[in-house]
């Protein structure tokens, strides 16, 4: 492994001292997220494997390039998880790939998002160095949270080389249960029942049904199942109907991006009224994560966002002149720009796939 | 005024501020705040001469207390235009000096906002200035069913800004995490006086996590001037198991022992013998003396949830080897279990006149190896040390005691520290789980991060603190520091010396 990181790092120099870009790329399942970028392809999967793993320290250290699926395996054979259930959108998705995506599954709300999971990365900045932060320890605030900053951002700092993440054991027991609701019911119940100690760990809400999905040791589940009502929906149909929205193979997501459609993924605050925009919704994360398939212009679906209080990204389909991501503030963006500079000075990660220009 | 030195801008030196002009900043500030809110004779800078690490004081230039976010504005621009550093502070009840003053800086107190400006039990959020204490947040939304998780040890005193600035944990963020999971948004005011917002009510923000960036940087990025907080319902019933071994080895398995039954306990502590002796005077927790160690598992939710999980938990206890296993019968002893670990510290300050708090955090295996390496040290340095823990997370507060006006102790405590910070990191671990670096672990950090690290560290201060005036010489050490200091960690876990034994 030593003389691969070696062999990056000396092509890092190189691409750099020549401007090359370099566009970092696991098994491409995520390739339409984001903006579009060109460049020598660095491809992560040569780094590949478990580092280290004690289930009982919770903590496993993964190479970036570990398919995520091998990862999933060797968690599930101790009866752990990673407790963010990220989407894999392809058999080749990576560990590097979730983490750079950052994007979370259905149990976000309830456990968390993968920034929230990572305790510690290595990666190889634009100047060639390895650099290591964060640890394998739960709890760790020496220095700036650099982990945290990798997650989401798409590859623009570094190739991750490795990442540490804590696990947590998989749930004793689960169920699922269906609601008939329309949007406005679905979303006052979802908050309401967020304020309760039940122990809710997903929820889809689409076409007038709520699916809700309860975890948790089996006596805590079954109390929430009498006490929620609706109709109890059985096995196998309840575990890939999540896995079908995780994975958007759901209906709704079909064909969600022919003839010029585009797919919209607008996170709002959990209680966000209607957004107010025609078309067809998916709602997942207790009302905090609303599909799109519409007809109104980006600049439309922005501002309702906005006027939310929160933001609407690209996320399949449409015109690469409308950028991925939500525009930031002046100030912030210039911040973040520094921040690309301070990692990437020369530019050559990913240019162009989180805003313009990088 | 002269610009910033580039040596400076690249952290391999600290910047030379004494050419600041007191008088002129004086005049500056007069004209944006109010007589109340403006301090600069001695005798009433004197209480900010030092944070919850009181061996190091230094008395402050200029104290501001605003109490609008136009006035932070106001004040930062006129340090940013005279290049004058900037200090902020809570409550000041930090354990690693993050808000000791600086000797030509602002000290800009964050105790005027104290409000909570807004509480939505519908959403789960309530939106808070940083001056308002943390507990204060869950008493004012208990009627409501639901409290602010996080709940460091100090939570009746320290503020919520405060706990951003460190990002700050306490004994139950094993289940319900630290300040980074429980904050939505921070809005702040960076040096340049521009109001920016990290983070979102929604569940991410675009671009770069800032939020995460900002949550634990001890005051270096931004000013935080408004918090909004996730409020967690509250658990229908928690109950406590007190567990005690005569070993302390077999108490370390234990943990690991519950973890690896797929349980995670909402707290799981630990104490030896010495700190147990210690409260049990004090608070008379019950605890039995003649244990080496006891543990402190905690389980919450609905009383079916519970049941069951004490019943694994005590099955687990009892295999792993304890002698005594007690279940809490009614809140007012479960109570009574964690008075005692709570009480740790001030047990400490009675025991010994004074006492040093560390705060390394090792993999949880390497527990037992940790506690008997300190059995060590107390011999070496002549001082004795007592041991609480949050063993469900590895995190370490050995209190090592001694007497600051006996000659040489304080020195001796303060190498008894380092040697327990660097075994820290030798064991895999960190120099700092939840306290934070401040100047207290500074030198520490020199082993912990190499030096390409640590001037990443300080490109990212610089990408929000270009004029790097907030918090100078804190939390990062200069490259020349760690020269001096001469243990910078090299490459690949290699320490200097391998060969030497460390203990």
């Keep these: 492994m030593k003389e691969v990181i070696e062999r990056w790092q000396a092509r890092v120099r190189q691409a750099a001292s020549a401007g090359t870009p370099l566009r970092i790329q696991g098994g491409g399942s995520k390739d339409f997220y984001g903006g579009s970028c060109a460049g020598e392809s660095f491809d992560t999967r040569e780094l590949s494997g478990v580092v280290s793993y004690e289930p009982t320290e919770l903590v496993v250290t993964v190479h970036g390039g570990t398919p995520l699926v091998e990862l999933e395996n060797v968690l599930a054979g101790q009866g752990q998880m990673l407790a963010f259930e990220p989407p894999h959108f392809g058999p080749g998705a990576t560990v590097g790939g979730a983490v750079a995506t950052g994007l979370s599954g259905p149990r976000r709300l309830a456990a968390g998002a993968v920034r929230d999971f990572v305790l510690g990365v290595r990666i190889i900045d634009g ?120 994975e958007q193979q759901h209906a709704f997501f079909a064909d969600s991006t022919e003839n010029g459609g585009v797919l919209w993924r607008l996170a709002v605050p959990t209680a966000a009224p209607w957004l107010g925009l025609d078309g067809d919704q998916l709602i997942e994360w207790g009302g905090g994560l609303r599909w799109l398939r519409t007809a109104a212009s980006a600049e439309r679906v922005r501002e309702r966002a906005i006027a939310l209080g929160g933001h609407a990204t690209r996320f399949r389909g449409g015109e690469a002149s409308v950028p991925a991501f939500q525009p930031l503030s002046p100030a912030l963006m210039q911040i973040q720009r520094q921040l690309k500079q301070a990692f990437d000075p020369a530019g050559i990660f990913n240019p162009g796939r989180l805003y313009n220009g990088f | 005024m002269s610009a910033i030195s580039e040596a400076v801008l690249a952290g391999e030196q600290e910047g030379d501020y004494s050419a600041v002009d007191k008088a002129r900043v004086v005049e500056a500030l007069s004209r944006v705040l109010p007589a109340g809110s403006l301090m600069y004779e001695s005798e009433d800078l004197k209480p900010y001469e030092c944070d919850g690490l009181s061996a190091y004081r230094q008395m402050p230039m200029v104290v501001v207390l605003p109490t609008t976010e136009d006035q932070v504005v106001s004040i930062l621009k006129i340090c940013h235009e005279l290049q004058v550093p900037v200090v902020a502070r809570g409550a000041g009840t930090g354990l690693s000096g993050g808000a000791t003053p600086h000797a030509f800086g602002v000290l800009l107190s964050l105790a005027r906002f104290n409000r909570i400006l807004s ?385």
Excluded at chain 2, 440 to 450: G, P, V
Excluded at chain 2, 460 to 468: N, T, W
Excluded at chain 2, 485 to 494: A, E, F, L, N, P
Aim: hydrophobic share 45%; aromatic share 6%; proline share 6%.
């Design chain 1, 127 to 246: 100047r060639g160095d390895l650099l290591s932060f964060g640890g394998q320890v739960m709890k760790n605030v020496a220095g700036y949270d650099v982990s945290r900053l990798v997650c989401g951002s798409l590859g623009t700092l570094g190739p991750i080389v490795d990442v540490s993440l804590k696990v947590l054991p998989r749930p004793a027991l689960e169920a699922s249960l269906r609601f008939a609701m329309n949007e406005a019911e679905a979303v006052e119940a979802l908050n309401r029942w967020g304020g309760q100690p039940l122990p809710i760990s997903a929820s889809a809400w689409h076409g007038g049904v709520l699916m809700v999905r309860l975890s948790g040791a089996p006596a805590a589940v079954a109390s929430a199942v009498t006490r929620l009502g609706g109709e109890t929906v059985p096995d196998p149909e309840a575990t890939s109907f999540w896995i079908s929205v995780r």
């Design chain 2, 119 to 503: 509480v939505d039990p519908h959403s789960r959020l309530a939106v808070v200035q940083p001056g308002v204490r943390n507990l204060a947040i869950s008493e004012a939304v208990a009627v409501h069913e639901l409290y602010y998780a996080p709940d460091p040890s100090s939570q009746i005193a320290c503020t919520i800004g405060g706990n951003v600035a460190e990002n700050s944990g306490g004994v139950h963020c094993l289940k319900y995490g630290l300040t980074v999971h429980n904050v939505l948004k921070v809005r702040g005011v960076t040096i340049a006086g521009e109001i920016v917002e990290f983070g979102s009510l929604a569940p991410d923000a675009p671009g770069y996590d800032l939020l995460a960036a900002v949550i634990g940087s001890e005051g270096m990025l931004a000013v935080v001037t408004e918090v909004v907080v996730k409020l967690t319902p509250k658990p229908q019933l928690a109950q406590c198991v007190l567990a005690a071994f005569d070993d302390v080895v077999k108490a370390g398995d234990a943990v690991a022992a519950i973890i690896a039954a797929g349980i995670i306990p909402a707290g799981l502590e630990m104490m030896d013998q010495p700190a147990t002796v210690a409260v049990e005077d004090f608070v008379h927790a019950g605890y039995p003396l003649d244990a080496k160690a006891i543990l402190l598992c905690e389980s919450d939710g609905t009383p079916e949830e519970v049941a069951d999980e004490i019943a694994r938990m005590r099955q687990v206890l009892e295999a792993g080897g304890a002698t005594e296993v007690r279940v809490s019968r009614d809140e007012a002893e479960r109570m009574r279990f964690w008075a005692g670990r709570k009480a740790a510290f001030p047990a400490a300050g009675r025991l010994s006149p004074d006492y040093y708090c560390m705060d390394g955090t090792i993999p949880r295996k390497r527990v037992g190896e940790m506690l008997e390496a300190i059995q060590s040290m107390e011999r070496k340095y002549d001082l004795r040390c007592i041991n609480v823990f949050h063993a469900g997370d590895g995190n370490l507060h050995p209190l090592i005691l001694f007497d600051a006006n006996q000659p040489g102790e304080l020195e001796r405590a303060e190498e008894f520290g380092a040697d327990i910070l660097e075994l820290s990191v030798e064991l895999g671990g960190t120099v700092t789980g939840e306290h934070g670096v401040g100047i207290e672990k500074i030198n520490q950090m020199c082993s912990q991060f190499t030096r390409p690290e640590l001037a990443m560290f300080f490109r990212v201060k610089a990408a929000f603190d270009p004029a790097g005036l907030l918090n100078p010489g804190k939390a990062i050490p200069t490259l020349n520091r760690c020269a001096e200091y001469g243990r910078i960690r090299v490459s690949g876990g290699q320490l200097p010396h391998p060969e030497l034994p460390r203990f």
